[in-house]
């Protein structure tokens, strides 16, 4: 479980975010504890704690942009929101499992209270978020989940009816977006507003019975990893020739299958770890198979925080992939194997459960 983390460290400090006055201060201090945190890569800190430290390392990047933003619009005229709002992540944020170099996958929950220019101030507050975290080293979400979208900034009361529809159409896109919400989590703004719509999204999955099904159907689709003869499969063309797609091939099959069997059974948790527990005392899955699943994603979690990084003014990216070298050293090799075969056995299982379905529908 992500729980605070037991160590102590006295240099660690967030009061250089904490304390920036200026978009260009924050930078300077997400620069300087990234850097520090990518140095505990090789220290005693686990990957749970490493990531729970990355996390609210972002959060309080999020919270301080949203605050230096709407100090923006004070001082140019605009005034403070005229109602409450929350600011809402989704994506691997929103799953707590962020890394140093992820994308932008955020929303905006606005209160239904009547202001004739509540739709303008949050437009604009959208806008310069969103603007403000690219510059801050957040790259826009090529999929648009962002607040400066009208599709995932809204009235609470728009959220509800967009949720609804989005139930009741159970076509892939639709199915897609609601996946992507149900990774919610609150960084900022009204608490109540969030939860709120966490009320509502559950509610959903109770009145609508064929939608656990869909959002089955949505969870197999899954990247070819291991071959008949068990070896590990490696991109045979681009860029990444030869080496291994860690995000797609090992850790969302893993987030993926936890998030529908989190929805199936009701488990409003958001992070992967905590569906996978919260499964497991629900003996809602075998132990075994609950087993081999937090044991494949606790892997999945170090290789993904294992895969080269580059600098880009002074920011870290990296494209997710093992390369040629990190696959030909034995360690690295060996368990990279053992955890595809866990996610293979976890994947086949909702496979099999899929079929079923499908046959006592039809």
Known sequence: M??????????????????????????????????????????????????????ELHDRIYRKAVELCIQGMVEEGFGQPPVPYAFIVFGSSGREEATLWSDQDNGMIIDDAPHDGKE???????????????QLGYAKCEGKVMCSEVLWRKTLEAW??????????????????????SDMRFVAGERSLAEQWVAAFYEGFRTVPELSD????????????????????????????????VKYGVYIPLVNSARFLALQHGIKETSTLKRLQRLMVLEAVPMTLSDAAQRAFMSALKLRRSTPIALKDGLQHSSGFLDEKQLKQKQVHFE?????????????????QLRFTERRRS
Do not use: C
């Open 214 to 245: 869909a959002v089955l159907r949505n969870t197999v689709k899954h990247k070819a990893t291991l071959n008949i003869l068990g070896q590990v499969v490696t991109e045979r063309f681009g860029e990444h020739a030869g080496g291994f797609d």
């Open 160 to 181: 509800k009816k967009q949720l609804h529809d989005w139930r009741t159409d159970l076509a892939w896109e639709p199915v897609r977006n609601l996946i992507i919400a």
């Open 2 to 55: 992500m729980e605070p983390i037991p160590y102590i460290n006295q240099s660690w400090s967030f009061e250089g975010i904490d304390g920036a006055s200026s978009f260009e201060e924050l930078r300077q201090a997400r620069v300087l504890l990234q850097n520090e945190l990518q140095g505990l890569l090789s220290a005693s800190l686990s990957p749970i704690e490493w990531y729970q430290t990355v996390n």
């Open 120 to 134: 303008a101030y949050f437009a604009e507050l959208g806008l310069r978020l969103s603007d403000t975290l690219e």
């Open 336 to 352: 990279l194997r053992e955890t595809l075969g866990l996610v293979r056995r976890v994947h086949r299982a909702l496979q099999r």
